[in-house]
């Protein structure tokens, strides 16, 4: 299972792009690299899903540069209610199953 | 539309004592099932894993254990609970469906273990 790496913890401001990074140097050629954020006293929810290049939806976007072995998410003018831990996973969507472990995520805190 | 519950939400026991906590998932069939486990303040570690009926897989040694009686529910279990245990258990689910987005984790709202 390829290992990943965030920054610990981020901070930013309303209304500023903030772009997390995720390191999987030894991503497999089958692996995809999902993104969820966690709220207190919640699970996590998924928030995005690539493989490569760039992927978008409606709350963020996800970059993904050829070799693959980094992936920044991207949240465009972020608010209060974005203060969250971000996780990200790489892990093989094309087998029927997956043991999908989360690193220790990286805690966004967004001040007004 | 696919559904996942889990009870208790809170629950307080003593050491020693037994545990149970449920998951069940609807609208799908099938799925993979997990629990995680997240003390305060922490990241979310793995503790078990099933990719169907009676099929379960541990990751860490630990006085807990999971069953799978039926496709859709996923049990943990403890007979004599540690101090330790206290934290907040999350069941999961996952399925092999591109519309669902493949491997996706879906949690449900957690269970706040405290022991005494």
């Known amino acids: 299972l390829a290992k990943t790496t965030q920054p610990i913890s981020m901070d930013s401001y309303e209304g500023q792009e903030v772009n997390i990074t995720c390191s999987h140097n030894?991503?497999?050629?089958?692996?995809?690299i999902t993104w969820y954020q966690q709220f207190p006293s919640q699970g996590p929810r998924f928030i995005i899903q690539?493989?490569?290049t760039k992927v978008t939806n409606e709350v963020a976007s996800l970059f993904i540069p050829a070799d693959r072995k980094s992936s920044t998410l991207s949240l465009p003018r972020v608010s209060l209610s974005d203060t969250a831990v971000y996780y990200c996973?790489?892990?093989?969507?094309?087998?029927?199953?997956?043991?999908?472990?989360f690193g220790t995520g990286t805690r966004l805190l967004v001040s007004p | 539309s696919q559904t996942i519950h889990q009870w208790p939400a809170t629950l307080v026991q003593p050491v020693g004592s037994p545990l149970s906590l449920e998951c069940t998932v609807e609208?799908?069939?099938?799925?993979?099932l997990y629990w995680y486990r997240q003390a305060a303040g922490r990241g979310l570690q793995l503790l078990f894993y099933?990719?169907?009926?009676?099929?379960i897989s541990s990751e860490v040694p630990q006085n807990l254990s999971a069953s799978r009686p039926q496709d859709r529910q996923f049990i943990l279990s403890s007979k004599k609970l540690l101090l330790s245990d206290s934290g907040f258990y999350l069941c999961?689910?996952?399925?092999?469906?591109?519309?669902?987005?493949?491997?996706?984790?879906?949690f449900g709202a957690g269970s706040r273990l405290t022991v005494l």
């Open positions: 099933s990719v169907g009926i009676g099929q």
């Open positions: 999961a689910w996952s399925a092999l469906t591109r519309r669902s987005g493949a491997n996706v984790l879906t």
């Open positions: 690539g493989y490569k």
């Open positions: 609208g799908t069939s099938n799925p993979n």
């Open positions: 030894n991503i497999a050629t089958n692996d995809y």
């Open positions: 996973l790489v892990g093989d969507i094309n087998t029927g199953f997956q043991k999908l472990v």
